[in-house]
């Protein structure tokens, strides 16, 4: 694809201010700057809506913020009130937790081709190595690699773009779904005509799986990013997961159906408009 072509990069958030910082941080040293960065909040504090406004002053792209109410995990809400704000042709999404490495959003946009979506993946940091990077701040940001100390998975960590064309359309090529969330990017016009997110998931849980299930069920094709698109995975706690098994059901329920479109997307509605 062209890197003429409008890109936006979308990241979500919660209550994590330190974490941000970085990953914007991250965002500000890409080769290929996006042409705006959209941030859906789940319900943050006052103390995110300060960093972005402090960040947007010197920030090379418009910086958007997107906040709702806290009222739980709400995360496919969020998403589609932020994709209705999205003004990029293409769309590469991230979670507010994972620090980009230069190349991240050239490698999403060179990659992207018409008529398919794509799911990358994620380098682990231990506590350790995450507690040292966010002791750090912006001022002191580290150039990460597979041979960082605190990388646990070192080979999603690698960086060879000969490699990467040739697996993605390989790797995982035969599993039902492979998305994470926190690395994926899509053309803009084929989210809308899915409807976006499914808003009955709520909780940690599948909302990646699903959206690509209905995303195929469309007719768009899933590659692959492997050893491109490099992004490293702040720790974290686990998340409440009282609602996992909920999520899975409505994932099974997609999964054994033709429909394409969800009722609880972005447009309330059972049936997609005409035109799609």
Request: net charge positive; aromatic share 10%.
């Amino acid at each position: 694809m062209p890197l003429s072509v409008k890109c936006s990069l979308l990241v979500s958030t919660y209550n994590r201010p330190d974490a941000l910082a970085i990953v914007l941080e991250s965002i500000r040293r890409q080769t290929r700057v996006p042409d705006e960065v959209v941030i859906a909040d789940d319900g943050s504090r006052d103390d995110t809506r300060e960093l972005i406004d402090a960040c947007r002053k010197s920030f090379p792209c418009p910086l958007i913020h997107v906040w709702q109410e806290d009222a739980g995990f709400r995360k496919c809400i969020i998403w589609n009130k932020a994709l209705e704000r999205v003004a990029g042709e293409y769309i590469v999404q991230i979670d507010g937790d994972c620090v980009l490495s230069p190349r991240f959003v050239e490698d999403h946009q060179i990659f992207a081709r018409k008529g398919w979506f794509t799911c990358g993946s994620r380098v682990l940091l231990t506590k350790e190595a995450t507690e040292k990077l966010l002791a750090g701040g912006q001022e002191n940001f580290p150039v990460l690699s597979a041979f960082s100390r605190g990388v646990r998975n070192r080979t999603n960590a690698l960086r060879i773009p000969f490699l990467a064309r040739f697996f993605r359309e390989r790797y995982h090529a035969r599993k039902p779904y492979i998305a994470r969330g926190c690395n994926m990017s899509f053309w803009k016009k084929d989210l809308i005509a899915v409807n976006g997110y499914n808003e009955k998931i709520c909780g940690w849980g599948s909302e990646d799986a699903e959206l690509e299930v209905r995303l195929m069920k469309y007719g768009v094709r899933r590659q692959t990013l492997k050893f491109a698109g490099v992004q490293f995975h702040l720790f974290h706690n686990d998340f409440d997961r009282s609602n996992e098994l909920k999520n899975i059901e409505t994932l099974k329920d997609v999964l054994a159906k033709p429909d394409f479109w969800t009722p609880e997307g972005i447009v309330k509605s059972p049936h997609p408009p005409a035109q799609i």
